[in-house]
């Protein structure tokens, strides 16, 4: 399964966060704790917005294929 250039960009987020945060937490200072949970924040928030949601004509067609596989009998 690929991936997206967004979804790329939000992993790379994501973990220059989860290193920032908790390297703020204990070495670098609060601020940059900020920073990082922030960008973390930012990350998570890009994840969900690139979710594709299931649309009517997807759904429509997993139905009728176990409908089928029940009337046939196929496994």
Sequence with gaps: MGS??????YLFMFIV????????LFALG???????FAI????L?????IKEPATQ???GVESKRATAMARTGAH
């Excluded at 966060?17 to 703020?24: D, Q, R, V, Y």
């Excluded at 928030?45 to 917005?49: E, Q």
């Design 30 to 36: 609060w601020p940059i704790a900020l920073i990082g």
């Design 57 to 59: 004509d997807s759904l």
């Design 4 to 9: 997206t250039s967004a979804q790329g960009w």
């Design 45 to 49: 928030v890009g994840f969900r917005s």
């Design 17 to 24: 966060a989860f290193t920032l945060g908790p390297a703020g």
């Design 40 to 43: 973390l924040a930012a990350g």
